[in-house]
């Protein structure tokens, strides 16, 4: 199994940044496809980016593309998520998760959640 602990996450103003970590342990880390996730109060958990086991291949949900970033260093077994010029509307707990599918997107394809960290972006 793999356990991921997410860590990064507190309050910033708009416009603002914050970089999100994921630690990963258990397993190869390489092995995952990696992905960061979000759930607002009263609002489905929803994907916010997602990296391939290999290469550079990223890929974004339209609400943060251009303005988010996620990377991988698979010697640290580490995931980052660098979020910049944040918006309110970014408030939420912040999840990382390891999926052994090729690019997924919908929580159900993913095998393994962190407990996740807050994120809040006051106006």
């Known amino acids: 199994q793999v356990q991921l602990v997410e860590s990064g996450g507190g309050l910033v103003q708009a416009g603002g940044s914050l970089r999100l970590s994921c630690a990963a342990s258990?397993?190869?880390?390489?092995?995952?496809?990696m992905g960061w996730f979000r759930q607002a109060p009263g609002k489905e958990r929803e994907f916010v980016a997602g990296m391939r086991r290999t290469g550079s291949s990223t890929y974004y949900s339209d609400s943060v593309k251009g303005r988010f970033t996620i990377s991988r260093d698979n010697a640290k077994n580490t995931l980052s998520l660098q979020m910049n010029s944040l918006k309110p509307e970014d408030t939420a707990v912040y999840y990382c998760?390891?999926?052994?599918?090729?690019?997924?997107?919908?929580?159900?394809?993913?095998?393994?959640w962190g407990q996740g960290t807050q994120v809040t972006v006051s106006s």
């Open positions: 258990g397993r190869t880390f390489s092995s995952y496809t």
């Open positions: 998760a390891a999926s052994r599918r090729v690019a997924p997107i919908e929580p159900d394809e993913y095998d393994y």
